[in-house]
């Protein structure tokens, strides 16, 4: 995944506290272990999930199928407000308690780093609720999770637009950045959530925290707000069905990552497709990501969408590999640490028993790999593969 996602005949691959130390140079070692000629690769990264939360909208579901749109069920009421009610009802342990099981999920297919987002809880208590749940889950499961300050998600009923704002960006962003809840803050600029102008001024002061800048753009229409989010810095753009050429360019000259959501496509029944042929002519880098969240995308699998990057979006298999490894970590600022197997990386790794990466962007369900290790530790193991090697 370094630059390319093609395989590469090492007899090798060294580790020592955590990190990968060596690649292709055999030696004395504390341990071994045969891989028996299964295929390498880095941990996973899904780099975009809202996976905290409580309820679910099979109601809203059966509504769309029945006609209904999102942006009608959301200007109703429903939609995320739904989500909303469930979690205030929800205490920090039920909230942990049911994401616990998506994240095991996620980490028993080979995702060993998640982002997570708030945005489900709306007022200054309860989006405080979430990102403490999402640093507790952090913390006792052996993954790496990343946190995402999403207060800018929907605008509450018993605020006006700017009555919200102001609570965001005086009151929440600062109790956020005192407690280091957050990496990272984001904003859903949609016709139907917030506007440019408030995401200027989210991310101005999100910046004055240290935070990382993410925007959800471009989703159901087109604001140009993935151009003006890449130049302010934003390290990623997500969704981006509507983005145009202009969106595209400004992208590409900031730096900004490209992260596309298939599953929510997919599940939204959308029919514009992002603009893959203008992001690689201009060369954005391009992540995919579940979305996984009870609305738009209840799809417990990265390995699904990695495979709906390749089936509806196009994506060559090595564009939709590198979509959730090297581009991934890009879209959390941590290509340093993750993405890819070099030496100095974090040893985040799964073993695959396939014949070629590309095998998982081809079969739908069905795919684990026989070993997870995070930092070095193996995580998840196959028994039946494990008895195997130790004969
Ligand atoms: N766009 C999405 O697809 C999710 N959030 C957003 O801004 C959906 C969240 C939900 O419907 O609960
Ligand atoms: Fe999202």
């Known amino acids: 995944m370094n630059g390319d996602a093609s395989p590469a005949r090492q007899a090798c691959l060294a580790v020592s506290g955590g990190r990968i130390a060596a690649i292709g140079e055999t030696g004395e ?18 780099c975009h999930t809202h996976a905290v939360y409580a309820g679910d909208r099979s109601d809203e579901h059966a509504a769309r199928l029945g006609g209904a749109s999102y942006e009608e069920i959301a200007r109703g009421g429903g939609g995320i407000l739904t989500t909303v009610r469930a979690v205030a ?46 640093r507790e889950l952090g ?22 637009h700017e009555s919200y704002m102001d609570l965001v960006v005086d009151e929440m962003l600062p109790a956020v950045a005192a407690e280091d809840l957050a990496d990272a803050v984001d904003i859903f600029v949609e016709n139907i959530a917030f506007t440019i102008a408030d995401m200027e001024r989210l991310f101005a002061a999100a910046t004055g925290h240290g935070l990382k800048l993410r925007a959800h753009t471009e989703q159901l229409s087109n604001m140009g707000g993935g151009a003006r989010a890449a130049e302010l810095g934003a390290s990623s753009c997500d969704h981006l069905e509507h983005l145009d050429e202009d969106g595209v360019r400004a992208m590409a000259s900031a730096g900004s990552v490209a992260v596309l959501l298939p599953g929510a496509f997919y599940f939204l ?68 640490e993750i993405g890819s197997l070099e030496v100095g990386k974090r040893a985040d790794f799964c073993l695959w028993e396939i014949s070629a990466p590309e095998l998982l962007c ?18 998840i193991h196959e028994q039946i593969f494990m008895d195997n090697l130790n004969g």
């Not at 299964?38 to 899904?46: N, S, T």
């Not at 999770?145 to 605008?155: D, E, K, Q, R």
């Not at 081809?362 to 995580?379: E, I, N, S, T």
């Open 139 to 160: 913390a006792t499961l052996p993954m790496n999770v990343v946190s995402t300050f999403l207060g800018a998600h929907t605008i509450p009923g018993n605020h006006s």
């Open 29 to 46: 070692a504390r341990e071994t272990v045969d891989a028996n000629g299964a295929c390498l690769l880095p941990g996973f990264i899904d």
């Open 362 to 379: 081809y079969q739908l369900g069905g795919l684990r790999p026989l070993a997870v290790y995070k930092d070095g530790q193996r995580v």
């Open 269 to 336: 029944g959308e029919t514009r497709l992002p603009p893959v042929a203008e992001l690689r002519k201009h060369q954005v880098p391009i992540a995919v990501a579940s979305d996984l969240n009870p609305g738009s995308s209840p799809i417990n699998s990265l390995l699904a969408c990695l495979h709906m990057a390749a089936t509806l979006f196009r994506l060559t298999p090595g564009e939709a590999l590198l979509g959730v490894t090297r581009y991934a970590a890009q879209a959390l600022g941590l290509d340093n």
């Open 89 to 134: 009802d929800a205490s920090e342990r039920q909230l942990i308690d049911g994401a616990r099981p998506r994240l095991a999920t996620l980490l028993a297919e080979g995702v060993t780093t998640i982002e997570i987002k708030s945005g489900y809880g709306l007022d200054l208590a309860n989006e405080l609720k979430m990102l403490r749940t999402i």
